[in-house]
């Protein structure tokens, strides 16, 4: 196995940190049975800490109004010659029946890991992991046996010190929405800063299928000591419907309202390791990976969990840097994997083990019911070239009591759905094959000879592939590293797995995905389909330390303007961040229009009169009935704010508008 050399980059590292353990050379974290400098005596002891959920996060305001807006062209922004774009224009997008607006904070929180030590870390909205947020889809009342989503923005607000304590390094970060087919503006793109003392808003249309998404910073050549710090969570667009006619156990707003035990949880794994104080340990083995040797769930220490003898559904997520996890159940019990990384599978698969990778995401169902008093292990059984450590095989333990509260949602059918778009695509249709590596070379990461680095010099143009809206492509990735694995995140769309090795695809893969296990010199054939949204989007191995450095590239589907600039359409902005409000700017209908494309004005809009509209809606196209906005959420029918309820300079205060 090749041992990587110091880059240029480690080597400033080391000497600007000056902090313990940056330089610990890999053998000795190979043969050491811990990785902590914790004495013995205050290692953590696993199954005796309480299982804990992450809270679930309630949106600060709502509103019903039904529209497609997802911005505005910036108004300071020039049109080039023959460019239709225009300062103040409305970028649209999918259609949403109302919005959910949310603010989360990024800042120092301490956690009580290690009994009797409180560790740094970062947190959104002081909370490790994250809280979660839940939306969901909804019958669509102009469009009968439709669904519809509501959008999420979610205003990120950057209140992180101006350097990390011990590393040394400006945290900006970037927040991405996982399994989110999101304007590339909103989606995390690394080189989208939001620096300390910064903010934005991002926008989320929840237009896809319902699935178990996580959002995580994605600042460039910070990922890995951001989600290390804390900064990382689940979503879940959920569709209440389906769950209630499938019958499987589910996470129940009513009576989560009424303080009733629930039967479904996150289970968000990660992976650690502690100074003698307790304060985190960063060790990335030179862009190795980082391979810590205490294991957490829902960031708690190997949690003991009390369950009651019936199903429980998990929404497991690997959330750890660089450790992938075979997990099987000490007494053997199946999991009934009914999810993948897109959704649901149209036929569950039961499995006594799977292979969990870096930001892949299974839901499985668990029963208990013949445990009564019993207590079980979730366990690890390694992957390859996964650091091992004296207890990094042991993850969870549930403890089975006797008596069961309620039944509802105790059903694990095999025939779920309905398949997902991508699963139902052919091969032959596919317009184009292309060939990604996956490789160290130079002692750095690459794919196909290329760096992010390569991709910033080339200020952003170079892409990999450029693929017109809803082609259908299939992409084989090579690992041509023997002594890594490489779990691939594609932004953006979902994927099929073909083929692995020329073989069918594991069963716990036979559902959509976006992230593949790309494990020693293996090959993956994918399918896709470049839907949803049209700009760039970046491609990574989700080895955090292999993505900082630098095994990031990119892709462009259809045209790359201002209405889908990664960095350019939607700019952070200077703290403090203005309330947002559910107001729509002066002058803005949030009715869709009803040409396809508005036409560009024939005079620029000022940048004190605000976005206008020039071919919006008539107020005869204005939502009526069931979806017009209730007098106290929202504008009232016709929707053009008045003046009492939206001052025109302040509405920006929406943090919407340029
Ligand atoms: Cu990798």
Avoid at 1 to 28: F, H, N, Y
Avoid at 415 to 435: E, F, N
Avoid at 444 to 469: C, G, H, L, R
């Amino acid at each position: 196995m090749e041992t990587p050399s110091l880059t240029r980059r480690d080597v400033l590292k080391i000497s600007a940190a000056g902090t313990a353990a940056m330089a610990l050379p890999l053998q000795g974290v190979l043969q050491a049975a811990t990785a902590s400098q914790l004495p013995a005596s205050k290692m953590p002891v696993p199954y005796t800490a309480a299982f804990k959920a992450p809270p679930v996060l309630e949106p600060l305001h709502k509103d019903d109004v039904r529209s497609n807006i997802y911005g505005y062209v910036p108004s300071d922004y020039v049109p080039e010659a023959g460019n239709a774009h225009y300062p103040g224009e409305a970028i649209r997008g999918s259609e949403y029946l109302g919005t959910d607006y949310y603010r989360i904070t990024e800042g120092n929180v301490q956690v009580q890991l290690i009994p009797g030590m409180w560790t740094k870390m970062w947190g959104y909205n002081r909370s490790v992991p994250g809280p979660t947020i839940r939306t969901y889809l909804q019958a669509d009342p102009n469009n009968p046996g439709k669904k519809i989503s509501r959008r999420t923005v979610m205003q990120v607000l950057n209140e992180l010190p101006a350097r990390h304590p011990t590393l040394g390094y400006v945290p900006w970060t970037s927040m991405h929405l996982h399994g989110s087919p999101s304007k590339p503006q909103y989606d995390g793109y690394a080189g989208d800063l939001t620096n300390p003392g910064q903010w934005k808003a991002y926008q989320y249309p929840n237009n896809c299928t319902p699935r178990t998404l996580w959002y995580h910073d994605h600042g460039v050549h910070h990922t890995a000591e951001n989600v290390y710090m804390g900064l990382a969570a689940q979503y879940h667009l959920v569709d209440e419907e389906l769950e209630k006619a499938l019958g499987i156990p589910r996470w129940d707003r009513d009576k989560a309202a009424a303080g009733k035990p629930q039967y479904e949880f996150p289970l968000i794994l990660s992976d650690a390791m502690f100074t003698s104080t307790g304060q985190l340990l960063f060790d990335d083995s030179s862009q190795s990976g980082v391979y810590g040797d205490v294991i957490m769930v829902n960031g708690v220490p190997w949690p003991n969990m009390k369950v009651e003898p019936r199903k429980y559904r998990f929404r497991v997520l690997n959330g750890s840097l660089a450790r992938g996890y075979k997990l099987r159940m000490s007494n053997g019990m199946p999991f009934k994997v009914i999810a993948t990384d897109g959704g649901f599978m149209q036929t569950a698969q039961e499995v006594t083990t799977f292979t969990i990778g870096m930001a892949e995401r299974y839901e499985i169902i668990l029963d208990f019911k013949d445990l009564k008093g019993a207590k079980v292990q979730l366990l690890n059984d390694g992957v390859a070239n996964a650091k091992d450590f004296d207890h990094t095989g042991k993850v969870m333990q549930f403890e089975v009591g006797k008596g069961v509260t309620s039944f509802d949602g105790n059903l694990s059918p095999t025939q779920l759905g309905p398949a997902h778009p991508v699963m139902g695509l052919k091969a032959a249709d596919r317009s184009a094959i292309r060939t990604m590596k996956l490789h160290r070379s130079n002692s750095m990461w690459q794919i196909n000879d290329m760096t992010w680095d390569d991709v910033v010099e080339s200020e952003y143009e170079y892409t990999f592939a450029n693929p017109a809206k809803d082609a259908i492509e299939i992409w084989d990735v090579k690992n041509e590293s023997g002594g890594w694995f490489h779990p691939l995140h594609i932004h953006l769309i979902d994927f099929k797995v073909l083929t692995r090795n020329g073989q069918p695809p594991r069963p716990e893969e036979k559902g959509p995905k976006d992230v593949v296990y790309v494990g020693e010199n293996e090959t993956v054939r994918l399918l896709m389909r470049f839907e949803h949204e049209e700009g760039r989007y970046m491609i990574h191995c989700h080895n955090l330390s292999h993505e900082d450095h630098d095994m990031m590239f990119q892709y462009q589907v259809g045209h790359h303007d201002i209405d889908c600039d990664s960095i350019k359409a939607e700019p952070a902005k200077a703290l403090p961040a203005p309330e947002l409000t559910p107001v729509l700017p002066a002058g803005v209908s949030p009715t869709p229009p009803v040409a396809e494309a508005p036409a560009a004005p024939s005079a620029e809009p000022t940048e004190t009169a605000g976005p206008t509209e020039t071919t919006g809606p008539t107020a005869t196209s204005a939502p009526t009935g069931t979806s017009a906005p209730t007098a106290t959420s929202a504008p009232t029918a016709t929707s053009a704010p008045t003046a009492t309820s939206a001052p025109a300079a302040t509405t920006s205060a929406a943090g919407l508008t340029p």
